[in-house]
């Protein structure tokens, strides 16, 4: 018999299409010793009590208690890692003078290796401590910063993509914080490429350079140029803001006499690796340019209202086959929760439908999908899901009015998307390797 690294038993919750989401009461989770989830085994078949014991027997066997379950880890496709420290403030500004005034001026502190340090290790404990198992990430200019996050990550043990920011516009940057031209933002890009690589080799663990240009109207032309040449170069993910907002539009209509999606487009920058935030201005014909791109919104709710100032069409999207997942914005937004990014992706949905978008609420399920199998497609991850050949990223959630309430699956389903917090998030596995543990209540 297979010597598992773990073998966890208990109820699962896990996304089996875009609307639905499936309850599966006393399974054994088999992890192997690389952390994939070889079987999973249900009560009824004659290897779950020799599995059982043997995983007792060498120390490898974990029980959810009842009234606890079994969930995949998130993917949070949009985190401004140097943003952590001020999530919450000044969200009342417009977004220019919220950049201008406060963002810029708190990333060019990355300088500061050791404040950045300090920032980051804050930042990365959270997000795991929420039920984040993945992370896409925009860094700072900084490369030194930057590898410090990828160290962080490795250390902590979160899977990571990761961006060293290119922006180097000299009309929409200040000076104290750009790069100081197009060769250099390309050549700290490649630099920061090679570092990762060697990163990766050094440690093995599950890092990835990520092309950032921060969005058209921080960037010259020679340099989204240059960065959808290194994307292809080296086979890589890019990110970058796509029509968050109207201002962002027009500055693309203005400057190029195209929309925001066919600039990044014209570039090379819109692939089937491709993950662009926001998209809430996005028109059908944009949405079906991303479809035959194959390229994926990240859908960060709590931010598209401070900075949007709209609501991203979710179905739509979904009708005409975009990927989407969920982002929290760090620090657009203002939580590094995926589940208080769920709930507003229902709430703000609802208001589509008095908008003329008759068919635009979603559900739990569907936000749900959105924050574990959504993020993990755009990603090209075998993560988000709990069966056989995916990834064991999961977390063990705690539904804390199990002793009060009806015990229904859907009610429970419903119930942990609306009430958990990350007190109730007990454990947090990457890769079947335990990376948070909730001590406190167990
Ligand atoms: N929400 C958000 N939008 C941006 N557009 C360009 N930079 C940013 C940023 O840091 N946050």
Redesign the pocket.
Known sequence: MITYQIVIEGTIISSVSFDKADFTPEVLICVDQSGIIDRVISATDSDYQPVKQTAQQNGSYHRVEKGSYILPGFTDL?I?AP?WPQAGLALDKP?NE??NSY?FPL?AKFKDKEYAEKIYYSLIKELLANGTTTGLF?GSIHNEANLILAKICAKLGQRAFIGKVAMDNPDQTPDYYRDQNSQVALKQTEAFIQKMFDLQKQTNAEITPVITP??V??CTEETLQGLGQLAKKYDLPIQS?CS??IW?DHYALEHYHLRDTEVLDKFGLLTDKSVM??GTQLSDQDLDTFNSRKTAIAH?PI?NI???NSVMRVQDAHQKNVKVGLGT?I???FSPSLYRNMQQSIMSSQVLTEQGHENARISAANAFYLATVGGANALHIKSGQIKSGFKADLQIVQDQYFNISSNEPQEIFERLIYHTNKENIKKVYVSGKLVHDNLGEE
């Open positions: 949009h401004h943003q977004l919220w950049l963002t990333e925009f921060r969005f109207p921080s803001h968050e907002s962002e935030a926001h960060c931010s401070y900075f949007g914005d620090s657009g937004g």
